[in-house]
């Protein structure tokens, strides 16, 4: 196999990072005024979307690392 990752690896990058720009909005936003005014409920509801969307984006990053690993180990 040569360097270039296949195409449901391509699209596992491209979901990563589609997820951590979610993900860096989110904590953005629960940094400002509006964040604070929501109900206590919901801002609950919002910290544990972030640290759900924190532990995929995580697995996804393991992922990635061993498609790396298997294209270097293969070349």
């Given amino acids: 196999m040569s360097g270039a990752l296949l195409p449901h690896q391509l699209r596992v990058v ?8 979610k993900l860096y909005a989110l904590a953005t936003f629960a940094n400002t005024p509006v964040f604070s005014s929501l109900d206590p409920a ?3 509801r919002m910290v544990r979307q972030s640290r759900a969307m924190r532990s995929y984006s995580d697995i996804l990053g393991e992922r990635i690392a061993a498609f790396t ?3 270097k180990e293969t070349t």
């Avoid at 491209?14 to 720009?21: G, N, Q, V, Y």
Wanted: hydrophobic share 30%; no cysteine.
């Fill in 69 to 71: 690993a298997t294209t």
């Fill in 42 to 44: 919901e801002q609950d």
């Fill in 14 to 21: 491209a979901e990563k990072a589609e997820l951590d720009t």
